[in-house]
């Protein structure tokens, strides 16, 4: 019986098989028996695995630091401890004008690097699109003082801008100019104050990554829009202003925004230029220089999360702002064309 119950569980290739139960359904002979499904194991988590270390180092360096930062600004030190204030840093810098100075000192000299930097970019871009041999040397160039450190930058254009003895004033005495103007020592502002020796400095170092910036969108424009126009007979101021700058719009939004968060926390060459009172006569002090100032010359470090804290909020006004109006036009200008 045990021999035969063995024979009847065989297959003709010889393999073992288990017996069907009383009353289960007998597959029919010849067909194969498909394997068990194995239960899946969730490959979601091996995600989880690969972003977990990058997420924990930035709750640890970035998320932990802002939370202090925000909670630090509320307290003010009394003694050793720290005592709960509320708003009062907040309200001794809004009633104080040294903030409403430094605020205005870095809405100026954003306001006048971008004015400068992006018109004097897209020429140069537009200049250098036509070039056909020795192209990339000329990006080279340009692109140069982006990578050397701003506190050599702001040592060397000290030594340009000093007023008795300084390489510009030199060669305007050599062109038979008496009067030179004093750059660096002049808080007035006007267009040979210290404001605009510090803006000549910031475009020499970042024209050149503003110059790659355009020239890309510049590289990205199609060329049958040049021919279409061509043929059509339009001349090149045309062209220039129907093809050209329309499809720089991107392209003109992203420097905009970017370089309006340059501008906000610029600090190494205000810093080397004009010291911890950003002088002459605080000319020169934006609010980050003012926030390094508080904290570390002054050791008033929760009135420096205070600042730190306004600084935040007006990048992220500056944020909204620009996705609810230009960023928000572009995008729904794209949808338009694409729905049409």
């Known amino acids: 019986m045990g021999q035969s119950a063995t024979d009847a569980g065989e297959t003709a290739a010889g393999a073992p098989t288990l017996a069907p139960a009383a009353g289960e359904a007998r597959a029919p002979e010849g067909a194969l028996e498909l394997p068990r499904r194995r239960r899946r194991k969730p490959k979601g988590l091996i995600w989880y695995a690969f972003v977990g270390p ?3 180092l930035l709750v640890l360096f970035v998320g932990y630091p802002t939370f202090q930062t925000f909670r630090q600004s509320f307290y003010e030190q009394v003694g ?4 709960f204030a509320g708003t009062t840093q907040f309200s001794q810098l809004f009633h ?3 903030l409403w ?3 205005e000192n870095t809405v100026l000299l954003g306001t006048a690097y971008l004015a400068v930097v992006l018109p004097l970019a897209v020429v140069l871009a537009s200049l250098l699109n036509k070039v056909r041999r ?3 040397p000329l990006k080279v160039i340009y692109f140069l003082p982006q990578l050397t450190s701003s506190v050599a930058v702001a040592i060397i254009f000290n030594y340009v801008f000093q007023p008795d003895w300084g390489l510009l004033n030199g060669a305007l005495h050599r062109f038979g100019v008496s009067s030179t103007p004093l750059w660096l020592a002049d808080p007035r502002l006007s267009f040979t104050g210290s404001r605009a020796a510090v803006t000549i400095l910031a475009v020499w170092a970042g024209v050149g990554y503003f110059i790659l910036i355009v020239l890309a969108g510049l590289q990205s424009i199609p060329v049958e829009l040049y021919e279409a126009a061509a043929i059509d007979g339009a001349n090149v101021f045309q062209i220039w202003r129907r093809i050209t700058l329309p499809s720089l719009r991107p392209t003109f ?4 925004v970017t370089g309006a968060f340059d501008a906000m926390s610029r600090f190494a060459d205000l810093w080397t230029l004009g010291g911890p009172g950003g002088s002459p006569a605080g000319s020169l002090q934006s609010i980050v220089v003012l926030l390094f100032q508080t904290g570390f010359e002054s050791g008033n470090a929760n009135r420096a999360a205070a600042i730190a804290v ?3 909020t007006l990048m992220l006004l500056v944020t909204v702002a620009s996705f609810r109006t230009i960023l928000a036009s572009e995008f729904t200008g794209r949808r338009r064309k694409r729905t049409a």
């Open 54 to 56: 990058a997420f924990a």
């Open 80 to 83: 050793t401890q720290q005592k």
């Open 96 to 98: 104080g004008g040294t």
């Open 101 to 103: 100075h430094a605020l």
């Open 134 to 136: 020795g192209a990339t």
């Open 253 to 256: 939004v992203f420097l905009i």
């Open 310 to 312: 306004i600084l935040f």
